[in-house]
């Protein structure tokens, strides 16, 4: 596989990841109150809180790995994998 096709197969994998909202984000917005984190009402919605976090964790940890598996991309031998004579769109 040349450079080009590893770096179109990329391209389109990335392109058919689904935009994700992490509701860290949205709690965060949510508990804000005049410019300060409303610490009584994220303290009633810990368990919200809680998943919140762990979700993040988990994109976090699988956006760490993508990365690392696009920096390693290039030493991968080019035959290790399937042979495609067109890419899908």
Wanted: proline share 4%; net charge negative; aromatic share 4%.
């Amino acid at each position: 596989m040349t450079e080009q096709e590893a770096i179109d197969r990329v391209i389109i994998a990335l392109k058919r990841v689904e935009a994700k909202k992490l509701l860290i984000i949205e709690l965060a917005n949510r508990f804000v109150k005049d410019g300060e984190l409303d610490y009584k009402a994220i303290s009633e919605a810990q368990p919200e809180v809680n998943m919140a976090i762990a979700e993040a964790k988990m994109y976090g940890v699988y956006t760490l790995m993508s990365v690392d598996t696009l920096k390693h991309l290039e030493a991968m031998p080019q035959d290790v994998g399937p042979r495609h004579t067109s890419l899908p769109e």
